[in-house]
Every structure is written in C-alpha cells, then in structure tokens.
C-alpha cells in the first residue's frame, strides 16, 4: 500500500475530524492528490483536490465551506480538516494520486492510479 490514510472515526454532527493521508512517494510534489468518499450502496464521489505545485484547492459542492484539503510535500503527507459535519457525510473517505500530472485536478476517479486503504467516517444525528 503507498498511500495509507488514516483519522477517521465517530463523531456527532456539527462536529470536526482532520483525515491525514501519508504518502512516502518520491512523485509525491509531481501529481494532484484527492480525497474520494463512498457511502454504502452509492458510487465513489469526489471530495476535494489539491493541485501539485501551488496546493490549490478544488472541492465538491457538497463539502466546499466546510472542508478543507492541504497538503505538505515536504512531510508528504495530505490532509482533510471535516468541520460542520453532517450525518449525509457518513461514507469511507479515500485519498488518491492522479495519474494527470496537469491542472486542474480531476474530478473523475478513473483518472487516480494510487489509492489508500480508506478511513471510516461516521456522523451521528
């Protein structure tokens, strides 16, 4: 496994949790990261992405405002901060590397070649 992310837990809604997502790749500053989630019997869905170089930050309607994603190359390790969490945010969450080095990220899981293990998120009403 070259991507091992881990933070997930139970957690009331409203509440908080930061997902860190460690990635011991020489490419790790070379290529997008994402964070995915999949929630039982849905599809995986994009979360949000950081770009390579710069760290931008691209992010799904559905977190933008209450998550955010950062990365630290030097540590090559990515993060997601969860704020304001809500019970519909309940799903495994995944991070991935692009296999498309050139901005923007994509928001299409077929092009992430490199995935972790996922992490459990759980958030109770």
């Known amino acids: 496994v070259q991507l091992q992310a881990s933070g997930g837990g139970l957690v009331q809604a409203g509440g908080s949790l930061r997902l860190s997502c460690a990635a011991p790749?020489?490419?790790?500053?070379?290529?997008?990261l994402a964070w995915f989630r999949q929630a039982p019997g849905k599809e995986r869905e994009f979360v949000a992405a950081s770009s390579r170089m710069d760290g931008r930050a691209y992010y799904s309607e559905y977190v933008e405002g209450r998550f955010t994603i950062s990365r630290d190359n030097a540590k090559k390790t990515l993060y997601l901060q969860l704020n304001s969490l809500k019970p519909e945010d309940t799903a495994i969450y995944y991070c991935?590397?692009?296999?498309?080095?050139?901005?923007?990220?994509?928001?299409?899981?077929?092009?992430?070649?490199?995935w972790g293990q996922g992490t459990q998120v759980t958030v109770s009403s």
């Open positions: 991935a590397r692009s296999r498309i080095q050139s901005p923007p990220p994509r928001r299409e899981a077929i092009y992430y070649d490199l």
């Open positions: 790749l020489r490419t790790f500053s070379s290529y997008p």
